[in-house]
């Protein structure tokens, strides 16, 4: 359906990426490679962008999805980009390793789902203070 549709759109540009993002954003707080930190935060803005239309244009729906079905959507999007960045963040990091690499993508994840109008699936907090929303 269209809803299912812009959903998983929203979920494209609010979830996926954002463990990249977040990485990145991690050498931005260390003062590290200042061109990719500089285009990161281009990139990430037009994303959150993209997913605040998706948001926007799913509340103007009249038959938006039941809460499992939008959950289930959800929680694809999640685990792809769990198992993304924990592949290509094999290392544990200085204050960033796997376990609150997913703990943030759980916390994008209930956000997106509240903008959409849904609850909340994970309960997760922000664990990263450098990505503020």
Not at 48 to 68: I, K, T, W
Not at 69 to 86: K, N, S, Y
Not at 90 to 97: A, K, R, S, Y
Request: hydrophobic share 45%; charged share 20%.
């Amino acid at each position: 359906s269209f809803a299912e549709r812009i959903v998983a759109f929203a979920c494209v540009e609010g979830i996926l990426f954002s463990g990249s993002f977040c990485a990145i954003y991690w050498l931005k707080k260390r003062g590290l490679m200042p061109g990719l930190t500089f285009s990161n935060e281009l990139i990430s803005r037009d994303e959150g962008l993209h997913a605040e239309f998706a948001c926007l244009v799913y509340s103007m729906l009249q038959n938006r999805l039941p809460d499992d079905v939008a959950h289930d959507i959800v929680r694809g999007a999640v685990e792809a980009e769990r198992t993304f960045i924990c592949d290509a963040l094999p290392c544990d990091l200085i204050g960033m390793n796997s376990e609150l690499m997913t703990r943030y993508i759980e916390f994008v994840a209930d956000r997106l789902l509240s903008a959409l109008g849904h609850p909340k699936l994970f309960g997760a907090s922000n664990p990263f203070d450098w990505m503020e929303l």
